[in-house]
């Protein structure tokens, strides 16, 4: 029997949603906690997230709370809440868990200013307690639903990373475990700005040769960046960098992607819920920081900010030096 008996999910978006039912599914006891208190209540009187996931019903063992003291006694906290809430939500949280309870960041990106990955927010935040990352290739809906979905669960200690990971995993929802834990967030959070990129490609209309080309270069750049800052080889390669890719720079399910078609097509969307578009410039500042070129995440981050037209930086990143492929 895991000694992670209790769960404690924070923030219930889609993916928390789908997390703390993933976790119900393992046969834990789930306490789901929401910051804003209007959406706790609606769930603890519906048991649907209507707002973000209608019609997925919770689970049975999963617990909605509006008060941040739930989840007090818990054995392992999920950390569902957008990278740039992260530093916040460990504050808010720190009072009410216990020493050494292991906390797993499950956000993709990259903080603002301090240019901090989420392990690093939750290491300076909640010194006691481990640091882990969960990353790879899932959609909330699919998760949710029960559909098969495979990812990386990474923490400094390795047999602390395979423990959460049995602790969590359900015939639907395999883990992996690693010790890289850099890795495998610069896979998730560099993913999501490529993916921006790609869909204004296809927004744009040109085709899927250029797509996939675009995506292979833009896995260099992963690559690049990734190798800078420490992360494996192997862990860049697979299901939190490669595979998260792959998933979400060509699917309309995906958040980032579907935001860049729009841009590519001339809107101005609503970019909010594509954490891409808020880890882009501190993609970029770490990059440079680090002597690491990223041409593809620079070009989406001038366009973001206006700096640029989407022709333009079509032209720029056409009109680069022919160079050997690396």
């Known amino acids: 029997m895991s000694s992670f008996r209790k769960i404690a999910v924070l923030g219930a978006g889609a993916w928390g949603t789908a997390l703390a039912n993933a976790a119900a599914r393992a046969g834990r006891e789930v306490v789901l ?5 209007k959406q706790a209540n609606a769930l ?15 689970a049975d063992e999963v617990t909605p709370a ?25 504050a808010l949280a720190a009072p ?24 690093q927010i939750l290491r300076a935040t909640l010194p006691h307690n481990p ?3 969960l990353s790879g290739p899932s959609f909330a809906a699919d998760v949710a639903h029960g559909l098969p979905a495979a990812v990386t669960l990474a923490a400094k200690d390795e047999w602390l990373a395979a423990d959460l990971s049995r602790a969590l995993a359900s015939p639907v929802l395999r883990l992996y475990h690693s010790d890289d834990v850099i890795g495998v967030e610069i896979g998730g959070a560099a993913k999501n700005v490529i993916a921006i990129g790609a869909g204004i490609a296809a927004g744009v209309g040109l085709g899927q040769s250029a797509g996939a080309a675009f ?13 800078a800052l420490g992360g494996k080889p192997e862990t860049l390669m697979g299901l939190s960098g490669l595979g998260d890719l792959v998933l ?6 995906s958040r980032n992607f579907s935001y860049g078609v729009a841009i590519g097509k001339g809107a101005s969307p609503d970019g909010k819920l594509a954490e891409g578009a808020f880890t882009a410039q501190a993609l970029v500042e770490l ?14 981050r001038d366009v973001l900010d206006g700096k640029i037209t989407v022709s333009q930086a079509i032209e720029t990143l056409l009109a680069r030096p022919l160079t050997s492929e690396e």
Not at 68 to 88: E, T
Not at 96 to 119: N, Q, T, Y
């Open 33 to 37: 906690w929401e910051f804003d208190e």
């Open 248 to 253: 979400t720079a060509t699917s309309p399910q």
């Open 287 to 300: 990059a440079q920081k680090n002597h690491v070129e990223m041409p593809i995440a620079t070009a989406v």
């Open 44 to 58: 603890i009187k519906e048991r649907v997230n209507t707002l973000y996931l209608p019609g997925v019903k919770l």
């Open 215 to 227: 995506i292979a270069r833009g896995f260099a750049e992963l690559r690049r960046f990734g190798s």
């Open 66 to 90: 509006a008060d941040i003291h739930a989840i007090a006694g818990c054995d392992a906290a999920l950390m569902v809440v957008p990278a740039q809430h992260m530093r916040a939500t460990a």
């Open 131 to 133: 640091a882990c990352a």
């Open 96 to 119: 009410h868990l216990k020493k050494d309870v292991p906390v797993i960041s499950c956000a993709k990106g990259i903080e603002r200013g301090s240019l901090s990955f989420m392990s």
